[in-house]
């Protein structure tokens, strides 16, 4: 079948180089695999020896969102970039990798993600009140329409594609990013998270929340679970707008 070479920018913020590394083509071979294969025997092209590759990992099941990386220059998740696929989208077996740029770069393709985990906190990414008591009562009722709707909403991984691809999330801007809005529009749906629908609202008016989003609509675009983000940021907007105007008017909360 032949051979391919990962393509890897390396190294941390203050010093990065590529390094090429070649391996034998096999079917089922992932992003991820040829990664443990340079892990086990740390060889480039040229065949010398050097560091193992730092890259951040976890479910390898597309679930838990850490192995975010450019593949290709695409923002994706290493662990389901099968290599043999992108040999044919890119028709070459050269295959680049780097990291994140949106993030602290710790070392090779391992960023800090913290940021969209704070972003998390600032809009109340959880609901507060316990649903369940002794009784057996599970709290009000969902019909599956809903329930369909916030489960789409619910597989956000936070692994950092969206802010990726966003223009309006840089070092310049304070813009939360799209995960963190599209996670208020689900809690604020959740029937118990009715209760702090305002206080969230709140955090998504201003530059930091949904005034930041600029309506590239990238990030719609590489989400690896097919997110409605775009859909979410317009309802947040209408929302949040709608708070603003309660609150300068001292009406009460909706």
């Known amino acids: 079948m032949g051979s391919y070479i990962l393509r890897i920018y390396r190294g941390v913020s203050e010093h990065q180089y590529w390094e090429e590394f070649e391996f034998k083509r096999s079917s089922g071979a992932n992003?991820?695999?040829?990664?443990?294969?340079?892990?086990?025997?740390?060889?480039?092209?040229?065949?010398?020896?050097?560091?193992?590759?730092?890259?951040?990992?976890?479910?390898?099941?597309?679930?838990c969102g850490s192995c975010s990386m450019l593949v290709n220059g695409k923002p994706r998740q290493a662990c389901t970039a099968l290599i043999e696929r992108c040999i044919q989208?890119?028709?070459?077996?050269?295959?680049?990798?780097?990291?994140?740029t949106k993030f602290p770069l710790i070392r090779?393709?391992?960023?800090?993600?913290?940021?969209?985990?704070e972003a998390l906190k600032t809009v109340r990414a959880w609901i507060s009140i316990d649903s369940a008591n002794d009784s057996g009562d599970f709290g009000p009722p969902m019909g599956p329409e809903v329930q369909d709707a916030l489960y789409a909403l619910s597989t956000c991984m936070t692994c950092g594609c969206c802010s990726e691809s966003c223009p309006q999330v840089n070092e310049k801007s304070p813009y939360m990013g799209p995960a963190a809005m599209s996670q208020l529009r689900l809690f604020n749906a959740h029937p118990n998270g009715q209760w702090e629908k305002a206080e969230r609202l709140r955090a998504a008016v201003g530059e930091e929340g949904i005034a930041g989003c600029?309506?590239?609509?990238?990030?719609?675009?590489v989400c690896p679970k097919h997110i409605p983000l775009t859909e979410s940021l317009a309802l947040i907007g209408r929302e949040a707008s709608k708070q603003a105007v309660r609150d300068i008017l001292h009406l009460p909360d909706a």
């Open 89 to 100: 989208e890119i028709g070459s077996t050269t295959i680049s990798l780097a990291p994140l």
């Open 108 to 117: 090779d393709l391992y960023v800090d993600r913290t940021s969209m985990f």
């Open 214 to 221: 600029g309506n590239a609509q990238n990030c719609v675009k």
């Open 31 to 63: 992003i991820i695999s040829s990664l443990m294969e340079i892990q086990k025997n740390p060889v480039n092209k040229r065949g010398d020896v050097t560091t193992p590759v730092a890259w951040e990992q976890g479910c390898l099941e597309e679930v």
